[in-house]
């Protein structure tokens, strides 16, 4: 291969001039990097070479153009085919079948990258087109036009080639990761205190860590703040037990024990409030589960891991997901994350979290919620407007443009875009589906029931109208249809959130006063907060995995306890005058979900700072179109076109400031 390289290279430069020669040894280069031995001999390499090399600007304008049509005309079908194999499961449409299940499942794109390198279409596209480092993205990606981008994002879909068989280890590992996941439920009300009392009610089954955490949050708004306490105090203990896998392994998921978190203590349950029956050979010992959290996360890393060799440009799961998944460098990230944890305005807050409660604070409290405003109106009187106003889903098609009128878009803006939209009646509560080409449309699923449309459907459709208002702008209104899209779905979600908090005046109804506003910023930050120190806690674990990869369960849990502690005594402890507290470690996010955890954070981020620029734009319509086309660059130079800052901490501390202000005048 390397004697090939050298003699089409010394070939190609004769044939096309000197002034070719980087292009040439570059692209000769990339395709040699992802060529395999099943893809030919030598001599089948110089005839893809020879017969595939642009060696002028027109014919390099032909090729970019053939695919970038082509490209866009591939996954617009393949959109629409999803779209359609899942109609009967996504609408409302009547019973399910077992094989609308299975067409729902399958996704005929799954194996395109692949097919393209087998066809050598993607070697054509790496011979001929640059792929980036992120580094070269960020310091030189300013000054590229924007067909130097496309280009980046043509080649850049053919980064990697990994083979079919590490793709299925990685979804085996990411299958066995949910599954885990999604069966440990805590019985809550074989939960004993140290009286014996049951304080949650029978057949409350909840999801660890989701709906324990929601459990703790629903507590506060409850009448006896001693029971309140007593809950959230039993729920924190049990969430501790996970990520040090002390818990009994049988009381996982299992209704027939009783369970003491405090003494650790378990014997066969008293009360039956389950339809299931006692599994046979059930041993009621205090036994703990044998680290199975951590060796479910250990197999999704050594999945990861084995992609690492087919993914030159990010060789880490780690990198993967930062300077390719994100587009933020890591390094970056973290001094975000370490930005909103070690902002003054954490005490501060603190102390408001603590006059609110009116006792000190304790650990779980970095799930307060009671930052919540409560709006003017009742849910009651909300939904009898709704449901007036929207009795059919094609009655808020209907009222589209008006609404897009109110929200600040031309009378010639809103027509174009809710020409483009389709309304369908949603089987579950709502969501959005763009196109991938322009001759299609984007689709609007709301959910309307019998009776009409509630406040609930209501306020999830203007956040889907949201998404289908950008997937319009940044696919029809761009220059380059390679360039559709935002970076990331955290610049979505933000755009969609911006439409969603106006909901009521789209009902003609007041917009919520300054006091909501600062609750609503405030929560907001606090929830940063909390989530930025999960997010540390995950990269941290990684890292570590990364540098142990022979590690056992036992020692990837020794090792995640320490980090959630260090982590904690970092940025919490002063807060909470509490030490080592495990907390930040029982995000099940964390065991299933590759390092996503940073997206959250980041997402905050993101929405505070388009937020904040429509604030200071005065209005929504005109800012959202010129945000919304600029299309798939990196983030931080989408932020900047945007807001003339890049993606940072600075417009949510700034709210939160704002905001504390305000309540603390009060
Ligand atoms: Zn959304």
Redesign the pocket.
């Known amino acids: 291969m390397t004697a090939s390289v050298k003699q089409i290279s010394t070939e190609l430069v004769k044939k096309y001039g000197e002034g070719q020669r980087a292009r040439i040894e570059r692209g000769l280069k990339q395709v040699a990097d992802f060529w395999r031995n099943d893809d030919g001999d030598a001599a089948a390499y110089e005839e893809l070479v020879r017969n595939n090399f642009a060696g002028g600007q027109a014919a390099l304008d032909t090729m970019f153009n053939r695919f970038e049509r082509l490209l866009e005309v591939v996954g617009g079908h393949m959109v629409e085919i999803g779209r359609e194999l899942r109609q009967q499961s996504d609408l409302d449409l009547g019973p399910i079948q077992p094989y609308d299940e299975t067409f729902a499942g399958y996704d005929p794109s799954a194996h395109l990258t692949d097919d393209f390198f087998g066809n050598k279409l993607a070697f054509v596209v790496l011979l001929n087109f640059p792929l980036k480092t992120l580094d070269q993205k960020l310091t030189e990606g300013e000054k590229w036009t924007r067909r130097e981008w496309a280009e980046e994002r043509l080649a850049g879909r053919f980064s990697k080639r990994i083979p079919a068989e590490v793709n299925l280890a990685i979804s085996v590992a990411a299958a066995e990761a949910g599954q885990y996941i999604a069966e440990y439920n805590i019985w809550m009300h074989h939960l004993l205190d140290e009286k014996g009392n049951r304080l949650f009610p029978p057949n409350l089954r909840l999801l660890s860590h989701w709906n324990l955490r929601d459990e703790i949050k629903a507590d506060y708004s409850l009448k006896n703040k001693d029971t309140s306490l007593a809950k959230q105090r039993m729920i924190q203990t049990v969430m501790e037990r996970i990520v040090t896998q002390t818990i009994p392994d049988v009381v996982v998921n299992n209704p027939h024990v009783d369970w003491n978190p405090v003494m650790n203590s378990v014997e066969p349950s008293k009360v039956n409030d389950s339809d299931t029956s006692v599994p046979p050979g059930m041993v009621v010992n205090s036994s703990p589960e044998p680290d199975t959290r951590y060796r479910v996360l250990l197999s999704t890393f050594l999945a990861s891991k084995k992609a690492d060799p087919y993914s030159p440009t990010a060789p880490t799961l780690i990198a993967r997901r930062f300077d390719e998944g994100r587009e933020i460098p890591e390094e970056r990230v973290r001094a975000m994350l370490v930005h909103v944890l070690s902002s003054p305005l954490v005490p501060r807050v603190a102390r408001l979290i603590e006059k609110r409660l009116g006792r000190p604070l304790e650990p779980f409290d970095i799930w307060y919620n009671g930052f919540r405003p409560r709006g003017a109106y009742t849910e009651e009187q909300l939904d009898k407007i709704v449901s007036t106003k929207y009795p059919t889903p094609q009655a808020y098609w209907k009222e589209i443009p008006n609404l897009l009128v109110k929200l600040g878009f031309s009378a010639e803006k809103a027509r174009f875009l809710a020409d483009n939209i389709v309304v369908d009646p949603a089987r579950g509560s709502g969501h959005?589906l763009g196109a991938g080409m322009r001759s299609a449309k984007v689709h609007l699923r709301t959910r309307v029931e019998k009776t009409g449309m509630n406040y609930k459907g209501f306020n999830i459709a203007v956040?889907?109208m949201g998404?289908n208002v950008e997937q319009t702008f940044s696919l029809n209104e761009i220059d380059h249809t390679l360039l559709q899209g935002v970076p990331n779905t955290a610049f979505?979600?933000a755009l969609?959130f911006v439409f969603q908090g106006h909901d009521l005046e789209l009902l003609g109804l007041a917009a919520p006063d300054a006091k909501s506003t600062a609750l609503q910023a405030l929560n907001d930050f606090w929830g940063t907060y909390e989530i930025a120190g999960v997010a540390l806690v995950d990269m941290a674990v990684w890292h570590w995995m990364y540098d142990h990869p022979n590690a056992s369960p036992k020692e990837l849990k020794d090792a995640t306890v320490q980090i959630a502690k260090d982590i904690w005594n970092t940025y919490y402890a002063s807060v909470f005058k509490k030490k080592d507290v495990v907390l930040l470690g029982i995000y099940s996010h964390m065991i299933d979900s590759f390092l996503y955890l940073p997206d959250y954070p980041i997402g905050h981020m993101i929405a505070h700072q388009v937020e904040e620029q429509m604030r200071k734009a005065g209005g929504i319509g005109p800012e959202f179109e010129r945000m919304t086309t600029f299309g798939l660059v990196a983030p931080d130079l989408w932020m900047k076109n945007a807001t003339g800052s890049p993606v940072g901490a600075e417009a949510l501390l700034a709210a939160a400031e704002r905001s504390l202000q305000q309540l603390e005048k009060e």
Do not use: P
């Open positions: 959005a956040h889907e998404h979505t979600e969609a």
